[in-house]
């Protein structure tokens, strides 16, 4: 069926009744709007480029490096993402399960228009208001070419697809790039955050000051209560929330970009060293990856993340043919932290490099004697070594008398 014939049969459907006529609102910045599937009523903001959002200005988004976002979210496609073609989206929806049993009944979305990040937010009153407001939505996403959301793959790209779907929209023919944040977030602070939710990054990156902000886990129930009183207010909080969410989309992509852009040397966090650090190793730029790992162990804040760093630091070193570097590493690594990997790279060492049979049996016997200790299923392979070195040793002996 053609758009026109389904707007003309949407648009023909029955009167509702005087009992689902939904609520006047009258909230500042907002206006009924109606299309030929309905009404549903829409808030609409705008922030000049220049205004703050916690610690970041707006227009931080315009000199954003995609390519580093691209790094970050082990995404190539993000590096062809256009600022002026992105619209940045959050909803609130009636719960989490999923299902057809779930809608959004608020959509949050932000672009940038001239010198300005517009942040329009469409609101369902009623659940008779969902195609009108998924229309205007389903025209508006077809105008832009890439999503940024937070969880946004998992959760809210596919419950609009859904919807648009139970609507009976044509499907959307785009193949939009979707920067999803919150993957690229969790590879830089996992181990420093005690979550990486977009409230803790508010709280703790970010630096985002909510004052009496709704928990999104309440905001189903206040929504549910809306519908049943009809009372304005009920909403004034999920509508606050919704955008301060969409708001620290914008900013959370320029702090991306400016944690990705910083040398070594001017981060001052082991675990967020060590994980930028990670990103270079899974993409083989070893150089890069030592900076970070150097200052990550230099920094010395945590035992684990410098034991950690160092490790990964010799084996660089090893796949460079820089074996100094790497015995240093390992020999204090087996000397300080008792470190079984360590032992058992220095055994291999002095095998198959410097052909010190002797040194290698050393290391071999405390690695034993640390995997009985701490780890016996590595304790096999370190037995294995040292009956190999052994007979090596033997012969080698055997040898050396022979001669004389």
């Not at 993402?81 to 959050?90: H, P, T, Y």
């Not at 300005?116 to 009153?125: G, S, T």
């Not at 793959?153 to 044509?170: G, H, I, N, Q, V």
Request: aromatic content about 10%; charged content about 25%.
């Amino acid at each position: 069926m053609e758009l026109n014939q389904k707007l003309r049969r949407f648009a023909a459907g029955p009167k509702l009744d005087k009992g689902l006529e939904a609520a006047e609102l009258g909230f500042a910045n907002g206006r009924e709007v109606s299309n030929p599937f309905g009404r549903y009523y829409m808030v609409e903001h705008t922030y000049p480029l220049d205004s703050y959002h916690g610690r970041l200005r707006l227009d931080s988004i315009l000199t954003v490096d995609w390519s580093r976002l691209a790094f970050i979210a082990k995404d190539e496609s993000v590096k062809t993402l256009d600022l002026r073609k992105a619209l940045f989206l959050d909803t609130e929806t009636t719960g989490i399960a999923g299902g057809a049993g779930t809608c959004a009944f608020l959509i949050g979305v932000a672009f940038v228009r001239d010198d300005d990040v517009v942040v329009r937010q469409y609101l369902m009153r009623d659940y008779h208001e969902e195609a009108a407001m998924l229309f205007d939505l389903y025209r508006m996403i077809q105008e832009f070419d890439a999503i940024v959301s937070f969880n946004g793959k998992c959760f809210d790209w596919p419950l609009l697809r859904d919807r648009f779907t139970l609507a009976r929209f044509e499907p959307l023919r785009k193949n939009y790039v979707h920067l999803d944040l919150l993957h690229a977030a969790r590879r830089l602070w996992r181990a420093s955050l005690p979550s990486c939710s977009l409230d803790s990054l508010e709280a703790h990156v970010l630096k985002v000051a909510r004052e009496q902000d709704i928990p999104g886990s309440l905001i189903p129930q206040r929504y549910f209560d809306f519908l049943r009183t009809k009372r304005a207010e009920l909403l004034i909080d999920i509508l606050e929330h919704n955008r301060s969410d969409v708001l620290s989309l914008v900013t959370l992509v320029g702090t991306l970009d400016l944690m990705a852009g910083k040398p070594a040397a001017e981060i001052k966090s082991d675990s967020l060293c060590w994980a930028i650090a990670r990103l270079y190793v899974q993409d083989r730029q070893w150089h890069r990856a030592i900076e970070f790992l150097q200052q990550a162990a230099s920094l010395n804040q945590s035992k684990a993340v410098r034991s950690a760093a160092c490790s990964q630091l010799a084996l660089i070193y090893r796949r460079l043919n820089l074996w100094d570097q790497a015995q240093a590493i390992w020999l204090m690594l087996a000397q300080e932290n008792g470190d079984i990997q360590a032992c058992e790279e220095l055994a291999k060492f002095y095998e198959h490099i410097c052909k010190d049979l002797g040194k290698a049996r050393q290391f071999a016997k405390q690695g034993l004697a640390l995997a009985m200790a701490k780890d016996r299923l590595r304790a096999a392979a370190f037995e294995h070594r040292l009956e190999r070195l052994e007979r090596k040793l033997a012969r080698q002996e055997k040898t050396t008398l022979s001669v004389h």
